[in-house]
């Protein structure tokens, strides 16, 4: 069993990947509890955004319920240097997002058509999305709406494959396993890369959240209740049977994130 060695998802059309994406249109509150949020190696990219009087404005696209628009520091506080805006397709997300982060303002649109004006904000960001987008529709999108020096984020936490126990739970759990270690995304012009963040971590996860995690996976929410039935058995297998762990044991679940940051030419 070897990792994938794909730069990206393969979807037949712009069909099957809407199709596939559409799934995350409910389980946001799973979502939300059992997703990771990201290191801060992905933030220092943040450090070169465009200052101006009043806060740096960024649009987190395909924010999903807030995990990254939590870090950019789109805190209540009125003297925050960020104004921090957010939007995903997925009305559940959204409600998540809005709950947890009232301040934010939020709404549903996609990474293509964001209902933004030309130059409305400095910089956009995509944490776990852009491999569900139109890339060619998208970067035009992300160049409209930003001003001048305009930067785009981009960034994933991906099952850290290169261990083998990981490469096959990943497996299991139909975790994404899709964009090989040093993959970098399509973008389009008038984005240029300008830096990259390469770097592993561990979240401390308990045997009985590995079973939450797998169900907030596209896949799983998917699936029909024979498919879904198999997964649990695999999972409760290999974690408890061939790995002998406890139940309820908690375990180092080993991430590996990429993030990129870029900017606008011209």
């Not at 939007?87 to 409600?95: K, N």
């Not at 160049?143 to 126990?165: D, E, M, Q, Y």
């Not at 990943?170 to 890369?193: C, E, K, N």
């Amino acid at each position: 069993m070897k990792p994938s060695g794909k730069q990206q998802p393969a979807f037949r059309d712009a069909q099957h990947r809407s199709s596939s994406a559409s799934a995350f249109n409910s389980g946001a509150v799973l979502y939300d509890a059992v997703r990771p949020s990201y290191p801060p190696s992905v933030l220092a990219l943040i450090a070169d955004f465009p200052q101006r009087a009043g806060g740096t404005r960024i649009v987190d696209i395909g924010a999903g319920t807030g995990k990254l628009t939590e870090l950019l520091g789109a805190g209540a506080d009125s003297e925050s240097t960020r104004r921090v805006l957010a939007c995903d397709p997925s009305a559940d997300m959204v409600r998540v997002l809005r709950d947890k982060l009232p301040y934010v303002p939020a709404w549903r649109a996609t990474a293509e058509a964001t209902g933004l004006a030309d130059g409305a904000v400095d910089a956009v960001t995509c944490a776990q999305t852009w491999h569900w987008v139109d890339t060619a529709t998208a970067s035009a999108e992300a160049a409209r709406i930003t001003s001048p020096g305009g930067k785009l984020l981009l960034c994933w936490n991906t099952l850290a494959v290169n261990h083998p126990w990981v490469l096959r739970l990943s497996r299991i759990m139909h975790s994404g396993d899709v964009q090989r270690a040093g993959f970098y995304p399509d973008v389009a012009t008038p984005w240029t890369l300008e830096g990259e963040v390469r770097d592993t971590w561990a979240q401390i996860v308990t045997t009985d959240e590995c079973f939450e995690l797998m169900a907030s996976r596209s896949y799983w929410l998917r699936a029909n209740e024979k498919t879904r039935a198999k997964m649990v058995a695999n999972l409760d297998w290999y974690l408890h049977d061939r790995l002998g762990f406890e139940r309820g044991q908690r375990i180092p679940l080993p991430y590996r994130a990429d993030a990129f940051v870029y900017g606008k030419e011209g």
